[in-house]
Nanobody, 121 residues
């Protein structure tokens, strides 16, 4: 009964900014990690950033210094602020949720439908 709904994608020129949002609903556990992956044309899906329920985050090297991930756990929402966008950031961005029982026992993984981000040169 978990649903992830992304929004905020679109077309932007190089150097511009976008803010992605993902709202999770359903049976959301207290301990979870939410974040973003992306998949460009002909490429494998790759991690962009993730943040857990304690606020600890990880970033792909390509995102460090340009992207910022944050979350509102009370609203089960994760945000990705993307600045200084480059054409190579063009991809479908997928919201991801990993659920845990307690703090360490993995329970399940869920994905949103994806939102398109296109950066023109």
């Amino acid at each position: 009964q978990v649903q992830l709904v992304e929004s905020g994608g679109g077309l932007v020129q190089a150097g511009g900014s976008l803010r992605l949002s993902c709202a999770a609903s359903g049976s959301i556990f207290s301990f979870n990690s939410m974040g973003w992956y992306r998949q460009g044309p002909g490429k494998q899906r790759e991690l962009v950033a993730h943040i857990n329920s304690d606020g600890r985050s990880i970033y792909a090297d390509s995102a460090k210094g340009r992207f910022t991930i944050s979350r509102d756990s009370a609203k089960n929402t994760v945000l990705l602020q993307m600045n200084s966008l480059k054409p190579e950031d063009t991809a479908v961005y997928f919201c991801n949720l990993n659920q845990y029982v307690g703090s360490i026992q993995f329970r399940g993984e869920y994905w949103g439908q994806g939102t398109q981000v296109t950066v023109s040169s």
